[in-house]
């Protein structure tokens, strides 16, 4: 009976210090998802997986311009949208540190993403006007519009950066500067961002999510 009694009493103890256990919170290693995010990339499926939102945007745009009408505009995020910073986020192992991000984008430097580079030359060949809306501030203007010249992308209406002073959020920006094209008489066809701030607050007849696990703005 006592040596019953015993064996009761472990087990009793083990279940009571297994239910007592906190679940683990532990989130998975930072390493390990920056070497998940280089593979992503390196292996090809982040280029098919942004292909594949590029076709669908081209395809609308093509059949949207023979619809007509007045002031026809595609509006493009730049920066993992037309640009890619893979280059600089790699060699930074994904860190932001200011006067590097300043050094890269002055270099002009980033290439094209192709995929949506073919969306930009089709707009322009149907005639339509494109507006680029990005996130860099004023003072990033002659580095921006150098690399969008160096990818064959200088051919737009508008280039439309952040104010150097501002402090509203990125989507705050990007969705009043939507709704003034829009009062202007502009009919934004079609808006393509990589972050959901990018297609906030509407403006757009359809919008379009390119992929971006590399970082998130508001």
């Known amino acids: ?5 015993g064996i009761l009493l472990g087990y009793l103890l083990v279940v009571g210090l297994a239910v007592a256990a906190p679940p ?13 995010i280089v593979t992503y990339v390196e292996s090809g499926g982040y280029d098919a997986d942004v292909a594949a939102v590029a076709a669908e945007a081209k395809s609308w745009i093509e059949a949207r311009a023979k619809q007509g009408g007045q002031g026809l505009t595609v509006v493009f995020d730049l920066d993992e949208t ?14 932001y540190l200011p ?15 192709e995929p949506v580079r073919e969306v930009y030359r089709a707009a322009r060949k149907l005639g339509l006007d494109v507006v680029f809306l990005t996130g860099r501030r004023e003072r990033d203007r002659p580095g921006t519009e150098k690399n969008l010249q160096a990818i064959g992308c200088g051919d737009y209406t508008a280039l439309l ?9 990125a989507e705050k920006f990007k969705t009043e500067a939507r709704a003034k094209l829009e009062a202007d008489g502009r009919t934004v066809i079609a ?4 972050q959901a701030s990018d297609l906030a607050g509407g403006h757009a007849e359809k919008a379009f999510k390119l992929p971006c696990p590399f970082y998130l703005t508001n």
């Open 1 to 5: 009976m006592l040596k019953r009694a």
């Open 24 to 36: 683990s919170r532990e989130p998975a290693n930072l390493d390990r998802l920056k070497a998940e």
């Open 82 to 95: 037309l640009l890619s910073n893979w280059p600089h986020m790699k060699a930074m192992s994904f860190a």
């Open 99 to 113: 006067d590097a991000w300043e050094a890269w984008v002055k270099s002009a430097q980033a290439p094209a993403i």
């Open 161 to 169: 950066c952040k104010p150097d002073a501002a402090k509203e959020t």
């Open 191 to 194: 808006n393509l961002g990589d």
